[in-house]
């Protein structure tokens, strides 16, 4: 099986290969800065499916998990902070290349990208489409990996 780090290098060269033939194609074009986020939501994502097993995607994402529930704790928002508990340990029920490894969790898992910024801060969803769709992209070249490699 691929390691985090093919992981994340196959989520950035999918993800720069797709922004790149957008761009080429003139369906879509955005500033670097902007391709470099969505390339890293990409990576990140890449990482994801691999948070049911003790890995560097799990450290990750156990750490940035543990910041934002602390925020919202710190902040009173013990309803927030509630839920984002609860659907933290998701991943742990299941085995390894569970459902995090289906291709209805990659579409399911990065959708707070796309609703939760028109829920809380009344953004129009399409504006975050964008993120969605990178992150998405990055989920999916994990599992595109993991099938190549499967053995």
Not at 102 to 111: F, I, N, Q
């Amino acid at each position: 099986m691929p390691g985090y780090r093919a992981h994340v290098f196959g989520g950035t060269l999918i993800a720069g290969g797709a922004l790149g033939l957008l761009a080429w194609a003139g369906l879509y074009a955005a500033s670097l800065e902007y391709a470099l986020v969505l390339v890293c939501i990409a990576a990140l994502a890449a990482l994801f499916p691999d948070v049911d097993t003790d890995s560097k995607g799990q450290h990750l994402f156990y750490g940035v998990l543990f910041v934002i529930d602390l925020g919202l704790i710190v902040t009173e928002r013990y309803f927030w902070a509630a839920l984002l508990g609860l659907f933290a340990m998701l991943p742990a029920i299941g085995r390894h290349r569970g459902w995090t490894h289906t291709w209805w969790a990659m579409l399911l898992v990065p959708l707070p990208l796309l609703l939760l910024p028109a829920y809380v801060f009344g953004a129009q969803w399409q504006a975050f489409a964008p993120y969605y769709l990178a992150a998405v992209t990055g989920y999916g070249s994990h599992l595109l990996l993991d099938g190549f490699f499967k053995g």
